[in-house]
Structure formats: structure tokens, C-alpha cells
């Protein structure tokens, strides 16, 4: 089983050394690792795997039967022997950008919670781009430049994120009604790491963030657009 590293709080270190447990030309799978494997509307770190003889860029990771594998291109050598020692590095800038985006992502769903009463029915950042549905929702002009400028005010406050791991009950007691679709989490799931914005916002989630919202940089809603009855999706850029 590969051992997340980056959780529940240290997601800003791109540079590590684990141990390989298995593989191929395709893959390789490390006893631990900071590669964010692609999940929650994330998706993966890129990066590269070197080792004595050998080096290959990481261009997907993701989980599997309780592994991480990550997915490998430009292999040099032969794939690494079980126990040899890799140097992973990850794409700290297409890291920093996913931090931001994501944080963003729960920065305009506590405002548009707030707000309107619509709940965030699914998302999917990228390091330049990012969308997030809401339900029930019928935004027009003047709802998108509410949601903006409040979403730009929070981050002008610079309040500090915090991730933790918290017992599920207290998850549960906590976070705000329609905040977190806390039924799709498995109850096996215990403790739920957390990520807290103080003053702000509470939300279990497995991505990574930045440690204060003045990093994020100012959202820029460009587009708003139906995706069904009640349905609407915003979709937004960072300055900065």
C-alpha cells in the first residue's frame, strides 16, 4: 500500500525519496509518495522518478487497490528493481497553480452557499482553468458579480487554511448543511481530513491547498452556463 505523504498537511513539499514496491515499463509504484493521484475533480502532479541507472517523467497517478501507481513516459533504463531508492520531484509550479485553483474552487462554494443557498454538485479544476456546478441556481449578471467580489473579498482577508484529520463524527456535527456530500464518503472513512479556512469555511477534502487565501491570487469569473434545470456552472481564472 502506498502511504500518501503530502496528508493531511504537508502538501507543499515537491521533493522526496521512497522505496519502490513495484514496476513495469508503464508504471511504478513507491512504498510512499507526495504525487497527488488524480481524484475529488484534481487532477495528478506531474513530475519525474529518478534512480541509480534510470530516470522517467511522470506524466498520471492514480490509485489503485489501495497503490499509487505512477504512470511513467521517456523511461531511461530498465524499469527499477523492487527496493531500489527513487528521487521524485514534482512539477512544483503545475503544483502551486492546483493548490490555488483548488482552494479558489472552496472560496466561490462557501460564498455561492451563503449566498444562495445552492450546494456545489460537482468540480474539476485545472492548473489554468476551473469549473464548479451548483444546485439549485439560476445566476444572472448581478449574481455573478456578487459572487466574484465576495469570493475577492475573502481572499483580500489573507485567512489562514488549515488540513486535518478530524474523527468523522465531529466531521459530521460540524460542517455546515450542504457544504459536503458527506453521504458519498464511505462510513469506513474515519478520521476525514479536513481543510479549514478560519472564519471562513469547513470541508472534508483530499486535495491540496495553499496555507493562507492570500495566496490564491483574485478569481475572475469568465463564464456562466446552464447545465440542466436548477443547474448552473461557473467557470473561472486566477489573476495573479
Same mark, same amino acid.
Given at each position: 500500500?502506498?502511504? #500518501?505523504?503530502? #496528508?493531511?498537511?504537508?502538501?507543499?513539499?515537491?521533493?522526496?525519496? @521512497?522505496? $519502490? !514496491?513495484? &514496476?513495469? +515499463? +508503464?508504471?511504478?509504484?513507491?512504498?510512499?509518495?507526495?504525487?497527488?493521484?488524480?481524484?475529488?475533480?484534481?487532477?495528478?502532479?506531474?513530475?519525474?522518478?529518478?534512480?541509480?541507472?534510470?530516470?522517467?517523467?511522470?506524466?498520471?497517478?492514480?490509485?489503485?487497490?489501495?497503490?499509487?501507481?505512477?504512470?511513467?513516459?521517456?523511461?531511461?533504463?530498465?524499469?527499477?528493481?523492487?527496493?531500489? !531508492?527513487?528521487?521524485?520531484?514534482?512539477?512544483?509550479?503545475? =503544483?502551486?497553480? #492546483?493548490?490555488?485553483?483548488?482552494?479558489?474552487?472552496? $472560496?466561490?462554494? =462557501?460564498?455561492? #452557499?451563503?449566498?444562495?443557498? &445552492?450546494?456545489? @454538485?460537482?468540480?474539476?479544476?485545472?492548473?489554468?482553468?476551473?469549473?464548479?456546478?451548483?444546485?439549485?441556481?439560476?445566476?444572472?449578471?448581478?449574481?455573478?458579480? /456578487?459572487?466574484?467580489? /465576495?469570493?475577492? %473579498?475573502?481572499?483580500?482577508? %489573507?485567512?489562514?487554511?488549515?488540513? @486535518?484529520? =478530524?474523527?468523522?463524527?465531529?466531521?459530521? /456535527?460540524?460542517?455546515?448543511?450542504?457544504?459536503?456530500?458527506?453521504?458519498? *464518503?464511505?462510513?469506513?472513512?474515519?478520521?476525514?481530513?479536513?481543510?479549514?479556512? +478560519?472564519?471562513?469555511?469547513?470541508?472534508?477534502?483530499?486535495? !491540496?491547498?495553499? %496555507?493562507?487565501?492570500?495566496? $490564491?491570487?483574485?478569481?475572475? *469569473?469568465?463564464?456562466? !452556463?446552464?447545465?440542466? +434545470? %436548477?443547474?448552473? =456552472?461557473?467557470?473561472?481564472?486566477?489573476?495573479?
Amino acid at each position: 500500500m502506498t502511504e #500518501l505523504l503530502y #496528508l493531511p498537511d504537508d502538501d507543499g513539499t515537491t521533493e522526496f525519496t @521512497a522505496t $519502490v !514496491t513495484d &514496476a513495469t +515499463e +508503464e508504471y511504478i509504484v513507491l512504498d510512499g509518495t507526495y504525487f497527488y493521484p488524480e481524484g475529488g475533480g484534481q487532477p495528478p502532479d506531474h513530475g519525474t522518478l529518478s534512480w541509480d541507472g534510470g530516470e522517467a517523467t511522470v506524466t498520471d497517478a492514480r490509485k489503485n487497490h489501495g497503490d499509487v501507481r505512477h504512470y511513467v513516459e521517456s523511461m531511461t533504463g530498465d524499469p527499477p528493481a523492487k527496493g531500489t !531508492t527513487v528521487e521524485g520531484a514534482i512539477d512544483m509550479q503545475r =503544483r502551486e497553480k #492546483l493548490r490555488r485553483m483548488h482552494t479558489a474552487q472552496h $472560496v466561490v462554494s =462557501r460564498v455561492v #452557499l451563503d449566498e444562495y443557498d &445552492a450546494t456545489t @454538485a460537482g468540480n474539476q479544476v485545472y492548473p489554468d482553468r476551473s469549473r464548479i456546478d451548483f444546485e439549485p441556481a439560476d445566476f444572472d449578471e448581478a449574481d455573478i458579480e /456578487r459572487i466574484e467580489r /465576495r469570493s475577492n %473579498d475573502a481572499i483580500d482577508e %489573507d485567512y489562514g487554511v488549515t488540513k @486535518a484529520n =478530524r474523527p468523522r463524527e465531529a466531521v459530521e /456535527r460540524d460542517v455546515d448543511e450542504g457544504r459536503a456530500l458527506l453521504d458519498l *464518503i464511505p462510513d469506513s472513512v474515519d478520521p476525514l481530513r479536513v481543510v479549514e479556512i +478560519e472564519e471562513f469555511d469547513m470541508c472534508p477534502c483530499g486535495g !491540496t491547498h495553499v %496555507d493562507s487565501l492570500g495566496e $490564491v491570487g483574485h478569481i475572475d *469569473i469568465v463564464e456562466c !452556463t446552464s447545465k440542466g +434545470e %436548477d443547474v448552473e =456552472r461557473l467557470e473561472f481564472r486566477l489573476e495573479g
